[in-house]
């Protein structure tokens, strides 16, 4: 029986190469990565492998996905899963190096800017969506006695708030360097 550990971290769409290092981490520990949802992650333990981790957003999932995957399986990437968010998904990919600081999908910073563009594109659309459509919902339904459960949701606000601010931090750095 294969032995597998969950783990519980958080890390939001604009922190996607801080995720990437604790997947890298944790296979150096023996424990690979197989799947997660929203925050918990399950591992396989195994032989500790020098596995780099990287993630890619793909916007449409089933525009041309055959192509995409065996392009990065022409250059050594193994596909570990695929989480979804509207009509795209965040693929995980992994590959066995002995350097892992120098193995990447994007090995030049207009592919990275494009990928946080993308990022930001997608994610672009849940604000609206959380603001409009949800507060006066929850505003209607908790009354005046459960307002206070209305604080996960402001705080939930604050975080995707903060999520934008970052990704908008890193084009602009990356854009400057572009220049």
């Not at 993630?55 to 022409?74: A, G, P, Q, R, W």
């Not at 339904?141 to 705080?155: E, S």
Request: proline share 3%; with cysteine.
């Amino acid at each position: 029986m294969i032995e597998t550990k969950k783990t519980i971290k958080f890390f939001t769409a604009a922190e996607y190469d801080k995720e990437e290092q604790y997947l890298t981490k944790m296979s150096s520990m023996g424990w690979h990565f197989v799947n997660c949802y929203i925050f918990f992650y399950i591992f396989e333990k195994g032989d500790r492998k020098s596995y780099v981790y990287q993630l890619d957003f793909k916007e449409d999932i089933k525009e041309d996905f055959d192509n995409y995957i065996t392009m990065y399986s022409d250059l050594g990437w193994e596909r570990v899963f695929e989480y979804p968010i509207s009509k795209g998904a965040w693929i995980y990919f992994r590959k066995e190096s002995e350097y892992p600081d120098q193995e990447t999908l994007f090995s030049d910073n207009e592919s990275r800017l494009t990928l946080l563009e993308r990022i930001r594109k997608v994610y672009a659309i849940f604000l609206p969506l959380f603001l409009c459509l949800f507060a006066p919902a929850w505003v209607y339904l908790l009354g005046d006695d459960l307002k206070y459960l209305f604080i996960p949701y402001i705080a939930a606000i604050l975080v995707y708030i903060r999520m934008f601010a970052v990704l908008n931090i890193k084009i602009n750095k990356l854009k400057d360097k572009l220049r």
